[in-house]
């Protein structure tokens, strides 16, 4: 007898010297830093701790699209330097495009040069009617393919590229499922700018403005096929005032951001305020050496995700492969558009489809009252017990101590992350631990009164409500475990916590209770029981 | 001993018709309640509907009347507002207006820094949810609710038999379309935290459940005379204050958290405090009547 009190004891004291270095980490700081580094620790979730959680859904969709309409402009251009005139164009569905040529062989002439000269697409002959006939590209579907497995990834490097200058600990970039892309951002506080840093697609392209053609008309829409109307938009710091100044700038782009090198703020742009500077790489330099050179005293407009931000007149021919974007930014903002000009442009767009930010002081505020709850809660249960079942009572309410002492040193060893849910968990927990020992002490009291002596009423009362108190936990637990499998970040963490009470309620409710009326019963068998 | 319930004689099974009646009434006002929420009628949380959450932490008391019309104006019209008293903070939540995935979150917060410049605004919390997810979370939340009985039956009909794992899991039921059409009777805002406590509340309304069972498995064999009417009813009157003293227990953990817990889990702890009573009452009149219904009053054993 005494062989197994002593194990059992051993077992308890040791589960809980472990149980406290492995808590106390996770609940103060001033600790030696060995013992702080090495175990692990409670997480925080982000409803507790702020910060910003994003879901973007990757628009692959329009990456494709886009993808066919550059395809669309090339040919016409191609076509075109041959001599053959094209009329006008149109979408096929999402990965491809036609093209609308004169009647007479222009059709036949086209498809044979556009097969020779645009090999990645597949070309046939679409409609041919007296006014003229069609030409139908589409994409291949390998190539289709490839920017749909890319998109996300794309999308996932890129985005991490932007926030790691950031230094916002335990940053998660992942992808989710086919389309969607999961950030969280603890301790981040801003959320607007994290959406903008995060949801920009950031495509920087440089296009020589059409002097030729007037804004008036344009506006009208009396515009030439290879211009296009823009806006530059401006802000005015003072006023809060924005202002749209119409453009006419050519379709194609002369030089786009994939060719930067890198990108940094420059704080001596001659309007003031800030601006950025970008380097070309070597292509990229090349590359706008030409432009400059063949088109001095011409405006060249840098064109951000489609608003113009600048169009200079090009001064000089520059060979130094450097550009200055300005453009009424504030120092914050062209530091934001460095880090995303250096990180690419994301190859498909994305949108913001879930944004849960909390406030560092909602967070801290929550955990106070969450651990208010749970004290009042956990006092009362105790009170509650040790008054109807007297000392009993106490000997269940020693068993909750180490249920929850368990509980977190079960989660910091996990790695857990604590939500508000979970505190919730928690509290619940507490609630439904005694539960056990209250079928346990039921159980013995009945024995009592059937008369019989002590020793065998607890034994027998542990022994019958065994399988009582395992069914009832196991159907906490699976519905606890469909929680866990089917809920979101916050309820995730209140179906751990819950889980975890159970189960090691399991043990303290049956082990930890018992081994004290075993040792009460060892030292001098107990003649009547206090329960 | 403190005993709160002693050697009680009440004949459960004799008022079935009417606890089977009080349960219909239940069951209809929850069900009515489920096709309001599937007609879109229904207090539903933006993280099921999709729109936008705002919770902001005024400096000075604010008035609401005011911010009421700030935001129909501002074609905010079926936005709700709610305040906290005593603490400043206001609520605003907006839902999604179709599949319009637009997030209106800094264009109402700017509204209010705008209409009261010397009364500082916090921002605590935003939460912007775009119709598809809020779609997806209640598929997932229904999901679970079907997966979670079908896990109950079998689990139950293994430990018990299969009769017994179909009336636990009618009793489960019965708890989470009663909680369902009290919130919606209440008005009380359903959300994922409400899904869960209904699987919560689900799962621990069986434990009193099979406490029950438990006794009236052991009962049929310990007995062998009369009928299994009579059996039931002296199961439960045996394991009756075991049944009520668990329940107290978890039921002043969540009156702890309902009082004081904090705004954000307010509906939660409600939630869990009406779903523990319901789940008692369901182990008591509704599992083990109709396990007598079902199986005829012969005093067959039950398998274990």
């Not at chain 1, 051993?10 to 270095?21: E, F, K, R």
């Not at chain 2, 689990?155 to 017994?164: H, N, P, S, V």
Request: charged letters at 20%; hydrophobic letters at 50%.
């Amino acid at each position: 007898m005494w062989k197994s009190i002593r194990l059992r004891i051993t077992l308890i004291a040791v589960l809980t010297i472990l149980s406290i270095a492995v808590v106390l980490p996770s609940l103060t700081d001033n600790l030696p830093a060995a013992w702080q580094k090495k175990t692990p620790k409670i997480h925080l979730g982000l409803d507790l701790q702020g910060g910003v959680f994003l879901r973007l859904a990757v628009e692959i969709d329009k990456a494709i699209e886009s993808t066919a309409l550059r395809y669309a402009d090339e040919s016409r251009a191609a076509c075109r330097a041959k001599g053959i005139p094209v009329l006008g164009w149109q979408r096929e569905g999402t990965d491809g495009f036609s093209l609308k040529l004169p009647p007479g062989d222009f059709a036949g002439k086209a498809l044979s040069l556009l097969k020779e000269e645009m090999g990645i697409i597949d070309f046939a002959l679409g409609d041919v009617k007296a006014d003229g006939a069609t030409v139908v590209g589409r994409m291949r579907p390998a190539e289709v393919q490839l920017i749909r497995a890319n998109a996300v990834t794309q999308g996932v490097d890129t985005i991490r590229n932007r926030i790691d200058p950031e230094g916002v600990r335990e940053a998660q970039v992942i992808p989710e499922g086919d389309d969607r892309i999961v950030i969280q951002l603890p301790g981040f506080k801003e959320q607007q700018r994290a959406i903008a840093l995060v949801s920009q697609v950031a495509l920087l392209e440089f296009k020589l403005v059409d002097e030729g053609v007037s804004v008036e008309e344009a506006m009208k829409g009396n515009i030439p096929e290879d211009a296009q109307l823009l806006f530059q938009i401006t802000n005015d710091r003072q006023t809060g005032k924005m202002t749209k100044n119409p453009m006419v700038v050519k379709k194609r782009a002369l030089l786009t951001g994939d060719k930067i090198k890198s990108a940094k703020v420059n704080f001596e742009s001659r309007q003031g305020g800030a601006a950025v500077s970008v380097s070309f790489d070597a292509q990229g330099t090349k590359i706008f050496d030409r432009i400059t050179a063949e088109n001095v005293k011409r405006r060249l407009a840098i064109i951000l995700d489609g608003n113009i931000k600048s169009a200079p007149v090009i001064q000089e021919r520059i060979s130094g492969g450097e550009a200055q974007i300005t453009g009424s930014f504030t120092a914050e903002e062209a530091s934001d558009l460095a880090v995303v000009l250096r990180s690419g442009a994301l190859i498909a767009p994305v949108k913001v489809i879930q944004n849960v930010t909390v406030g560092p002081s909602l967070g801290q505020d929550s955990i106070q009252k969450g651990i208010r709850a749970g004290v009042i809660g956990a006092l009362l249960v105790v009170l509650f017990m040790a008054f109807y079942y007297r000392l009993s009572g106490l000997v269940a309410d020693f068993a909750l101590i180490f249920n929850i002492l368990f509980l977190l040193a079960g989660m910091a060893l996990l790695e857990a992350t604590l939500t508000l849910p979970g505190i919730a968990g928690v509290i619940l927990a507490i609630g439904m631990a005694v539960d056990s020992n209250v079928l346990i002490f039921e159980r013995i009291r009945e024995e009592i009164r059937a008369k019989k002596p002590v020793r065998a009423a607890i034994d027998a009362g542990y022994d019958k409500a065994f399988w009582t108190v395992v069914d009832s936990h196991v159907t906490t637990l699976i519905t606890a475990l469909i929680l866990f499998q089917f809920g979101t970040g916050p309820i995730k963490g209140f179906a751990v916590t819950l889980s975890m009470g159970v189960a090691i309620n399991l043990f303290t409710a049956l082990v930890c209770t018992k081994v004290v009326f075993d040792y009460i019963n060892a030292k001098r068998p107990m003649q009547a029981l206090s329960i | 001993m403190i005993e709160i319930i002693k050697n009680t004689k009440i004949d459960f099974m004799g008022i079935k018709k009417y606890t089977f009646a009080f349960s219909g009434v239940l069951m209809l006002i929850g069900f009515f309640g489920v096709v309001q929420i599937y007609r879109g009628h229904a207090n539903l949380g933006i993280d099921l509907a999709g729109g936008t959450s705002i919770q902001l932490r005024f400096q000075k008391p604010v008035p609401m009347d005011e911010v009421r019309l700030l935001l129909t104006g501002a074609g905010h019209a079926e936005a709700s507002l709610q305040g906290v008293p005593g603490e400043n903070i206001l609520i605003v939540k907006a839902r999604a207006k179709g599949k319009e995935e637009k997030m209106v979150s800094e264009e109402i917060v700017n509204l209010l820094r705008g209409k009261f410049p010397d009364n500082p605004i916090t921002v605590e919390s935003i939460a912007e949810i775009g119709p598809a997810i809020g779609k997806k979370l209640r598929s997932d939340a229904l999901l679970a609710l079907a997966v979670s009985a079908l896990a109950i039956i079998l689990y139950l009909a293994w430990r018990f038999e299969f009769k017994f794992g179909v009336a636990a899991a009618i009793a489960t039921y019965h708890d989470v379309v009663a909680l369902t059409g009290i919130f919606y009777l209440l008005g009380q805002e359903m959300d994922l935290l409400f899904i869960t406590a209904l699987l919560t509340i689900g799962g621990y309304s069986l434990t009193d459940t099979v406490v029950v069972f438990d006794r009236i498995r052991e009962n049929i064999r310990l007995r062998k005379r009369g009928t299994l009417s009579e059996t039931i009813n002296v199961s439960v009157n045996e394991v009756l204050s075991r049944t009520i003293i668990t329940s107290v227990t978890v039921f002043i953990t969540c009156l702890a958290l309902l009082f004081f817990g904090g705004i954000v889990l307010r509906e939660f702890a409600l939630a869990l405090t009406i779903g523990v009573v319901v789940g008692t009452y369901s182990s008591i009149f509704v599992a083990s009547p109709i396990v007598a219904l079902w199986r005829g009053e012969k005093m067959i054993e039950v398998k274990r």
